[in-house]
């Protein structure tokens, strides 16, 4: 999958994003700074229902959010050295959990994530406009 899109395409486009992988459990979103990570895992929430308030994980490194289906982990591993560091974060516990994760900047640990993770790349097109391409892990 590969679109370009601006603000008011978020809602429909994490709409088909869920319906295009209906059992995929380990996503991750990887683009430069401001690029669209954390504003499309805002859509992707809102789509499931998520209650809670989300927000960037930078600081705490994990987010937890309960929706109708279950639980949602929110990672964002800007902070992390490396696949060591994000072990004893807790950040593989989550991946292999059984519960769908969000993972912010997958390049720093490249190494924990479960086979059949689904990448997304993001990049900034101009001031209004982004394209997200989707890919296997």
């Not at 395409?9 to 430069?32: R, T, V, Y």
């Not at 989550?94 to 997958?106: A, K």
Request: hydrophobic residues 35%; contains cysteine.
């Amino acid at each position: 999958m590969e679109r370009i899109f601006t603000l008011s395409d978020l809602k429909s486009l994490a709409e088909e994003f869920w319906l295009s992988n209906p059992d995929k459990k380990i996503f991750s979103f990887s683009g430069q700074l401001g690029a669209g990570k954390t504003t499309f895992i805002h859509a992707l929430c809102a789509v499931k229902k998520v209650q809670d308030t989300v927000s960037s994980p930078t600081f705490s490194i994990i987010n937890e959010y309960g929706y109708p289906g279950g639980t949602i982990f929110h990672i964002d591993l800007y902070r992390i050295k490396d696949e060591d560091e994000a072990i004893r974060a807790g950040v593989e516990d989550c991946l292999y959990s059984g519960d769908i994760c969000l993972v912010e900047w997958p390049e720093r640990a490249p190494g924990i994530f479960p086979p059949g993770s689904l990448h997304s790349h993001f990049e900034t097109i101009d001031k209004t406009h982004r394209k997200i391409q989707v890919t296997g892990s």
